[in-house]
Nanobody, 122 residues
């Protein structure tokens, strides 16, 4: 299984980015997927997760600003990020769930992408 994340970059506060994660080597539609992030000096945290059926869960810090979605035909999961602020600066990872359900626990994910850097300037 390979996960290829893309779409990160440098953006000003208030701006938007859309991250993409293309999956290969697995039956994508049956797995939950997640986006995590890790800022320097901080632990990796769950940002948004989506089940195989489309149920979602968001970290409180991103609710109302970020939207996770998936396109099973393209084996791709997306993270639309709006109203970005400097606290969103981090390395963002996508991950494939071991099962089909929503989960915010890192141990419930068995494959991780390489990460894409998001930097928000003030």
């Amino acid at each position: 299984v390979q996960l290829q994340a893309s779409g990160g970059g440098l953006v000003q506060a208030g701006g938007s980015l859309r991250l993409s994660c293309a999956a290969s080597g697995s039956i994508f539609r049956i797995n939950g997927m997640g986006w995590y992030r890790q800022a320097p000096g901080k632990q990796r945290e769950s940002v948004a997760v989506i089940s195989s059926g489309g149920s979602t869960n968001y970290a409180d810090s991103v609710k109302g600003r970020f939207t996770i979605s998936r396109d099973n035909a393209k084996n791709t999961v997306y993270l639309q990020m709006n109203s970005l602020n400097p606290e969103d600066t981090a390395l963002y990872y996508c991950a494939k769930g071991r099962g089909s359900k929503v989960s915010t626990q890192p141990e419930d994910y068995d494959h991780w992408g390489q990460g894409t850097q998001v930097t928000v300037s003030s």
